[in-house]
């Protein structure tokens, strides 16, 4: 789970879910205050998952899966990662550079 990296405060999950909603936009830690970001490994992570998902689905089309199963993959992929957001990535109380 997400915690806050200059009070070390452990995010509840209904508190850090809307970090994946707007993964640009930093959020108030609710103890100290600080503005969290993602921190720069975390936001290669997010590249990585959304590559792997964009292989599985031309996958899926490649091999003739009928057009409305490889959305509902696609639908499936999304949602997976953005509840499982919370407990795969970290914060930084700065906004890092990704390169």
Known sequence: MFSCASCGYKFKYKEALPFSWNARVGRDCPKCGNRQYYSAA?????MYFTLAGMIIIIFSNT?????????????????ALLLLTPFIYELSDEEEPLW
């Open 42 to 46: 975390s936001r290669k992570k997010s």
């Open 63 to 79: 091999i003739n899966l009928p057009l409305p199963y490889v959305f509902l993959v696609a639908f499936v992929l999304v949602s």
